[in-house]
């Protein structure tokens, strides 16, 4: 199939399109803006693959949007483009409406003006995949799982953005009959993770002898998902999926923030210990809380482990592990990463 992956150069679409050139016959067209969140150098092991392209775009602008489409003549369209970091949506929610919920429309327009001049065949065989988060339906209390019918609730602007965008999603579906799928996944961690979200902050500020700051009491719980399990997850339901549908998908590991550093900081201790032969754990620090800060998320996702056979195959130890070891081997990765938002900052643009 030919696949279209818009945020290709992000974290989680990255290791979509290196699974899907490695794991499948598939063709994938890369769409991206890239943005200060995207990465070329993540691909650099497909970019010479033949089965796969880069196109540089924003799918706010419809042309370019619509030009993609008819050129490439996707059999599916898997959406990862968005803004993704919820302290940035604090900081300036603008860019989240715009590229969240105005470049998601502006996608399902044109992916419908496309779909509708296809023959029955392609039609039927089409697949909308939008990708987003277990954030759209709230914090949960101590107990308790969010499920495929969890109502929204939505409480950071990140989020309510991501619950609007798959409103739109479902609509497109309802009203126009594309045939849509939506997938609510809990945090992922792994390789290619940008160096401003918990796990590759820790990591980098931890080797730096920076201070390691937890907001609040590091309570929070978070339902841990090692990209490489959501990436399978994510070609199973575009493969197998029914349209109309939405899954749920998780990582069975939840853990408090402050158990993710302290698991950080063992593994770093036991890997490359500090100089002065102390733990990294001594660089924790506690700073006030994310304004809004959702308690817990948790996710059941029995609904894609028994219609789609998916399941996690890392636990948090295993995924963790091999995160931080990748942190370790791949320096020049990250650096030219600090570098470059370094820069933007020293010119005044946000990094
Ligand atoms: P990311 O921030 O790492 O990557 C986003 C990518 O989208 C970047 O390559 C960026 O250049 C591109 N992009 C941003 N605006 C664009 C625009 N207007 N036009 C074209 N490209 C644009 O994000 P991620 O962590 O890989 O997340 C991917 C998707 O998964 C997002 O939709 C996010 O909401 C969702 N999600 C992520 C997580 C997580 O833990 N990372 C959890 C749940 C859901």
């Not at 619950?163 to 390789?191: E, M």
């Not at 939405?246 to 770093?268: F, K, M, P, Q």
Request: proline content about 4%.
């Amino acid at each position: 199939m030919r696949i279209l992956v818009t945020g290709g150069a992000g974290f989680i679409g990255s290791a979509l399109v290196r699974h899907l050139i490695a794991n499948s016959d598939h063709e994938v067209l890369n769409f991206d803006k890239l943005t200060y969140a995207g990465t070329l150098t993540s691909l650099a092991t497909v970019s010479s693959s033949p089965r796969y392209r880069f196109k540089q775009g924003d799918i706010c602008d419809e042309r370019a949007v619509a030009a993609a489409i008819e050129d490439f003549q996707p059999d599916v369209i898997t959406h990862l483009a968005a803004e993704s970091h919820v302290d940035r949506s604090i900081d300036g929610p603008g860019a989240f409406v715009q590229t969240n919920i105005v470049g998601t429309y502006t996608l399902l327009a044109k992916a419908l003006d496309y779909w509708r001049q296809l023959n029955e065949v392609r039609q039927k065989a089409f697949r909308f995949h939008h990708i987003s988060t277990d954030e759209v339906f709230g914090s949960l209390g101590e107990t308790g799982y969010f499920t495929e019918t969890t109502p929204y609730d939505p409480r950071s602007p990140y989020s309510a953005s991501k619950a609007s965008s798959d409103h739109l999603v479902s609509a497109w579906g309802h009203t126009f009959g594309l045939p849509v799928l939506v997938t609510n996944c809990s945090n992922n961690y792994g390789p290619y993770h940008f160096p401003e979200k918990l796990i590759p902050l820790m990591i980098v500020k931890a080797l730096a002898g920076e201070p390691l700051p937890v907001y609040g009491a590091g309570s929070n719980v978070r339902d841990w998902l090692f990209v490489g399990d959501h990436v399978r997850a994510l070609q199973c339901v575009f493969e197998k999926g029914t349209p109309g549908q939405t899954y749920n998908v998780g990582g069975n590991s939840e853990r408090r923030n402050i158990d993710v550093v302290h698991a950080v900081c063992e593994i770093l201790d036991r890997l490359e210990r500090r100089a002065d032969g102390k733990s990294y754990s001594e660089q924790i620090v506690h700073v006030a809380d994310r304004p809004g800060h959702d308690q817990r998320y948790a996710i059941d996702a029995t609904k894609i482990e028994n219609e789609l056979k998916w399941k996690p195959v890392e636990t948090f130890e295993s995924g963790i592990e091999k995160t931080v070891d990748w942190y370790l081997n791949n320096r020049q990765w990250w650096a030219e990463i600090l570098e470059r938002t370094e820069a933007a900052k020293r010119r005044g643009l946000s990094g």
